[in-house]
């Protein structure tokens, strides 16, 4: 029977320890980095150009490991994940359209001696007509082996390790920032005031500018003639908003109310930019709703028949005089 293979690329994207040159992107086998200017050595590529501009670099990649090891090497656009809005690069079959179309490394595959290092230069040539504003990038080295797991399905692994390449084209900047579709959830006691309740806020934070954005969001949430119930700043924010990217969050909210009515606010700022979104929300214990649920049921089919009886009385015939 044929095993039936799933592949996963794991990326690194982090910074290694302090030992590692230029605080390099590293794996524990393998790292890459940008190779030291005269001045100092780098973390990222920063990198500025107009459109229509070349920019010679290059790019080190270094085995730590006691083998020799042959990598693809390739440039790739980053972007936010939809999980927690982590800085993240597509795979080398992705299309790209920023930096990892732009970038060309000399040689697409090297081979690096053991505890050896090869530097690579790249061009990253970019065109008359890009947009200007941040666009960043990585330039990836990919072990294309596939470690086999055990099993009826297994899962295979292709490793990667990424030097981040922060491109800003010339043009005017616009940094802009926006939060949407704000909901609340509640999570209810079946009787109120037996047991505990909470809720989560959850909506999307939006980079709508052409800029890299730290964001700050503050929560703020008020109840019955304008009580303030929460007001905090939240935690759970990507440290990058890359330009064009969406992430949805969420935000528990331990102790909510379990009998109200108010208003999430949600304010996102970041350099030049502040926007807010808010969401209504009733807080109902699930007997009382059972409760006033069947209440309103009852009342309704009251009504109905009491009105049902009325009309049978104004219709029944009345005495006339006697002839």
């Known amino acids: ?59 080190v990649v270094s085995n730590r490991t006691g083998r020799p090891l042959t990598f693809r090497l390739y440039a790739a656009d980053a972007y936010n994940t939809a999980r927690d809005g982590g800085f993240a690069v597509r795979t080398v079959a992705e299309k790209q359209r920023g930096v990892g179309a732009w970038a060309r490394p000399a040689r697409t595959r090297v081979t690096v001696p053991a505890h050896g290092r090869v530097t690579v230069p790249f061009t990253l040539s970019v065109p008359e007509g890009a947009e200007p504003g941040d666009h960043p990038g ?16 297994a899962l295979g692994v292709q490793r990667a390790v990424a030097a981040r390449v922060y491109l800003r084209v010339g043009g005017p900047i616009v940094p802009a920032i926006a939060v949407e579709d704000v909901r609340v959830s509640h999570h209810q006691p079946l009787v109120p005031g037996l047991g505990d309740s909470g809720a989560t806020i959850s909506y999307t934070l939006r980079n709508t500018g052409n800029v890299t954005l730290d964001p700050k ?27 064009g990217q ?35 929300f009733f807080a109902l214990p699930w007997l009382v709703a059972v409760v006033l649920f069947v209440a309103v049921v009852v009342g309704g089919v009251l009504g109905v028949r009491f009105r049902l009886l009325r009309r049978r009385g104004w219709s029944r015939p009345r005495g006339g005089a006697a002839h």
């Open 217 to 243: 969001v503050e929560l703020r949430a008020t109840g019955l003639f304008g009580r303030t119930l929460l007001a905090r700043e939240l935690a759970r924010i990507p440290g990058e908003l890359l330009p």
């Open 246 to 280: 969406r992430v949805r969050l969420s935000e528990p909210w331990r102790g909510s109310p379990q009998l109200d009515w108010g208003d999430v606010k949600l304010t996102a700022s970041a350099k030049d930019t502040r926007e807010s979104a808010s969401a209504s």
């Open 1 to 59: 029977m044929r095993k039936l293979y799933v592949l996963l690329l794991s990326l690194s994207l982090f910074l290694a320890t302090a030992a590692t040159p230029a605080h390099a992107a590293d794996n524990g086998s393998w790292s890459v980095y940008p190779a030291a200017s005269r001045i100092a050595a780098r973390p990222y590529f920063y990198l500025s150009a107009d459109p229509g501009q070349t920019i010679d670099d290059k790019v």
């Open 138 to 153: 990585a330039l990836v080295a990919l072990d294309e082996r596939i470690d086999k797991g055990d099993g009826a399905v």
